[in-house]
């Protein structure tokens, strides 16, 4: 007579799943979708990430923190991000609550330029960091920065509007037909503030959207571009 085999038992503490009816009712998940060349390291787990820069691991051209404003995510400043990357930038991205001091100070790169990208309160949350005499930014790039008590995305600002810009040298990318901050208010806030240079481009409150995220990042790679080598010839 045959013998009739049976199935080893499952080691234990293993729990055995038993498999569909039906093979197509097995959903295997989507991986999680990642921008190009970007990377979490230290920041797993927290609303943030990163991109290396293109140049040699030790020696990227500076490094870009990007604070968002109401309502963004990262995916808004991935193509920014990139291009930056690209450049020769490391760039971190970190949202709301992750902006504290010793946070961006992770994102530094001893002996290279350390420039705070802010978008809508993104850019009131770094008007605010690079009053920190630990931190130490050296330049600011500000993308449509509010200065009324008006809600983008559903969500009221918590900061009260800046007085004054630093002494700092600063970018500020405003849209010719923002109705959130109107551009005329803007332009005033920088008559006090001889480094800081404003731009316009065509577009609402939000900058790094189409059609002028282009020109948006055009305008922040020359700025950068321009303090990074003036800090290489010093």
């Not at 020696?59 to 309502?71: A, I, T």
């Amino acid at each position: 007579m045959t013998p009739t085999l049976s199935p080893a038992p499952p080691p234990a503490g293993t729990v055995t799943i038993p498999a569909p009816a039906d093979p197509s009712a097995l959903e295997i998940p989507k991986p999680a979708r990642a921008g190009r060349g970007e990377a979490r390291g230290r920041f797993e787990g927290r609303d943030a990430r990163s991109w290396p820069s293109a140049e040699a691991a030790d020696k990227p051209r500076g490094s870009v923190v990007v604070l968002p404003g109401r309502g963004e995510t990262a995916d808004l400043f991935e193509p920014l991000a990139f291009r930056l990357a690209l450049d020769g930038y490391k760039v971190t991205y970190l949202g709301p609550g992750e902006d504290s001091t010793l946070a961006l100070g992770e994102c530094r790169v001893p002996g290279r330029l350390f420039a705070l990208v802010g978008s809508d309160t993104g850019a009131l949350r770094a008007l605010t960091a690079a009053g920190s005499p630990a931190l130490r930014a050296a330049a600011l790039v500000l993308l449509g920065l509010p200065l009324l008590y008006r809600p983008v995305g559903g969500e009221v600002p918590s900061e009260p509007p800046p007085r004054a810009l630093p002494d700092l040298p600063i970018l500020l990318v405003h849209g010719s037909d923002d109705e959130v901050s109107p551009l005329p208010v803007v332009r005033m806030t920088t008559r006090t503030a001889p480094r800081s240079h404003l731009v316009t481009v065509p577009a609402g409150h939000q900058v790094l959207a189409e059609p002028s995220w282009r020109a948006t990042a055009a305008h922040t790679i020359a700025f950068l571009e321009a303090l990074a080598t003036a800090d290489a010839l010093a």
